[in-house]
């Protein structure tokens, strides 16, 4: 029997939303068996369609919501801590109802490869492996020399302990149910760096190096572009259909 993997995707409401989760969901659809897809909608409310992607892909799953505080959604300059109240739910499930696996935090729109998958799932403290498409330096990823790890390599490391993105990394449940404490923290540019900071006692020298060493990528950080708002109710005159 494989060790459960749990995959916790935020997500948020925009006109891009369905199709990159119905991609995602295809994805998943294809990895083997033992996954609980946590998926988690900075909302105030669940939404129809979104379930109905959920239920087409005959996953196990479960569908929450998590808004982002106000404070933050309001603000009008500055980045945005964007997903860490799903992951904190994501993360607050985890802990009421897993006992062993493997959990990662999947964006629903980057692009992931079947194999990572299989190498995550027997993660024992905190994996690590490269990301593809991040800033101009073309990936992040763990350096390695003769199979040891030697630092970060990430066009940001900005005084970061651990310069990884977060699609760079999956962490044992057993490992995280030990540190209570663990969670995200709402501070964009370090939600990785704070969350792995707060899985103390943990050093980068301990990270587990998975894709074959770092010299594979299989999950690269896509960006949907966006058209700008649709015009649903344009379509609505016609077809009387209730697309979002
Ligand atoms: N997200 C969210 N609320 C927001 C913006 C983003 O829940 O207000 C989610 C989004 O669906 C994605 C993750 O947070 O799964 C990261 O967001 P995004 O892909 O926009 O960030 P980027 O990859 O550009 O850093
Ligand atoms: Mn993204």
């Not at 990895?31 to 959920?54: F, G, H, R, S």
């Not at 998590?66 to 739910?89: D, E, F, I, L, W």
Request: contains cysteine; hydrophobic residues 35%; glycine residues 6%.
């Amino acid at each position: 029997e494989l060790p459960p993997l749990y995959i916790i995707t935020p997500t948020y409401r925009r006109p891009e939303q369905i199709a990159e989760l119905t991609r995602l969901s295809h994805t998943l659809m294809l990895v083997p068996p033992n996954l609980t897809w946590l998926v988690i909608e900075d909302a105030y409310q669940t939404n129809d369609l979104v379930e109905e992607v959920l239920k087409k892909s005959s996953l196990k799953y479960h569908y929450m919501i998590a808004p982002m505080p106000a404070q933050y959604k309001n603000k009008t300059k500055g980045p945005k801590p964007r997903g860490v109240s799903n992951r904190n739910k994501g993360i607050e499930w985890i802990r009421e109802n897993a006992k062993t696996g493997v959990l990662y935090f999947a964006d629903d729109d980057n692009t992931y490869d079947l194999e990572l998958f299989n190498d995550i799932r027997y993660t024992k403290r905190v994996s690590m492996f490269p990301v593809g498409l991040i800033t101009k330096a073309g990936v992040s990823s763990p350096i390695v020399k003769n199979g040891v790890f030697t630092g970060f390599y990430d066009g940001w490391i900005g005084g970061r302990k651990f310069a990884v993105d977060m699609a760079g990394f999956a962490v044992s449940v057993e490992f995280l149910l030990k540190r209570p404490k663990a969670k995200m923290p709402f501070k964009p540019g370090f939600e990785e760096d704070g969350f792995l900071k707060s899985l103390s006692p943990f050093e980068p020298r301990n990270v587990e190096l998975l894709a074959s060493n770092c010299t594979k990528i299989l999950v690269w950080h896509t960006q949907t572009k966006k058209n700008g708002p649709s015009l649903p109710l344009d379509m609505a005159k016609h077809n009387n259909t209730n697309l979002v």
